[in-house]
């Protein structure tokens, strides 16, 4: 089969490709009812984005899902958005942006191949088995043609995978790093052998930290699949807007996406609450892979300390030992991760821009910013809590 024999399409709506051809792409390994590998690029996922109109008109993501198809079946799929601005994207462009802006261009509307609001590494390009080589390269090919086509300024694929990034780079898009932090779970039994790995100092102030925030005065649960009920999400929607207040200006997602979520999403999520005097006062969303768990959103009503890492970090790392995670993955920035046992990771992005010159530029940038995200891994790994010799065991 060649590239010439097959049709690349734009779909407006998930419902114009339908959930068994998506996910036939995008999590194949759930077919028979098994949970999906990464949750967020799944038909349910995206359709509750698109549902609750926290994508679509009005949003600055509008969806334009790419198909390659192939003798009437569909062999490869991405959430493609037209965006018009650069927030929500956790891999920020905004420089760009405002360089070429005002070099006299029009940056926006860009093309965006992501999950929305969402930083998560995953496949991007998602390809049905046995059609990935052909797979990718219709949806970079059919991607760049759009932009082109159109006169748009620049695509960008944000936290692909590394294999991805690779390939990408192999097909002209120019390859960015960033990073971001993760727990790794190396088959510990309870939480004690995880802390049994650090230095004794860290050893102890996670223990402190743990004591501090569980003496909070009052109770904290961890909820999933029908033990979440309706009334969970009105204090989530609380949390979730006081943080996005504070961070973004206006929260992302809608009040129907938490409604939406609890309907078709919520065998895929892990809530938790910390409980006093009657009220939920603080609370934590994570979503469930196969092999990781997802932190996504936190906030509180109530300051108490440590709070926030015992809910965030802490617990997260419990269920994922009792579930037999691989990984806890904590979300964007925060270098206080560090000291609690989450390591900086690379995470990667594919770019391309129309016009040469400028694509010239952003490319020479974006070699020194990969060498220089190296050299940050390097360094804020080797300050991690682990211990780094016997010694050091000693309480």
Known sequence: MTQSELVISLHDALAQIGPEAWDACACPEAASGGRPNDPFTTYRFLKVLEDSRSVGVGSGWQPHYMTAEAEGQIIACAPLYLKSHSQGEYIFDHNWADAYERAGGRYYPKLQVAVPF???????????????EIGRAALVQGAVETAGRNALSSLHLTFCTEDEARAGAAMGLMARKNQQYHWVNRGYGDFDAFLADLSSRKRK?????????????????????????????????????????????TPYLTRAFF????????????????????????????????????????????????LHFELCYYQAMDFAIAQG?????????????LARGYLPVGTHSLHWLRDEGFSEAVAHYLEAERAAVDEDIEFLTGYGPFRKTDMEDHE
């Not at 930083?119 to 046995?130: E, I, Q």
């Not at 999400?233 to 996005?244: H, L, N, S």
Request: aromatic share 8%; charged share 30%.
């Open 205 to 249: 102030t996670i223990r402190k930290e743990r004591a501090r925030a569980q003496g909070f005065g009052g109770e904290i649960e961890q909820l999933t699949g029908d033990q979440i009920k309706p009334h969970h999400w009105d204090a989530i929607w609380a949390f979730y807007q006081d943080t996005g207040a504070r961070k973004w200006g």
């Open 259 to 306: 409604d939406l979520a609890h309907e078709r999403l919520r065998d895929d999520i892990l809530l938790v609450l910390a409980h006093r005097e009657g009220r939920v006062v603080a609370g934590a969303m994570n979503l469930i892979g196969t092999s990781a768990l997802y932190g996504r959103y936190w906030g509180c009503t109530e300051e108490h300390p440590c």
């Open 118 to 132: 969402t930083p998560v590494t995953g496949r991007r390009l998602l390809v049905r088995p046995g059609f990935e």
């Open 325 to 337: 995670l691989d990984r806890v993955e904590a979300g964007a920035q925060g270098e206080h991760k």
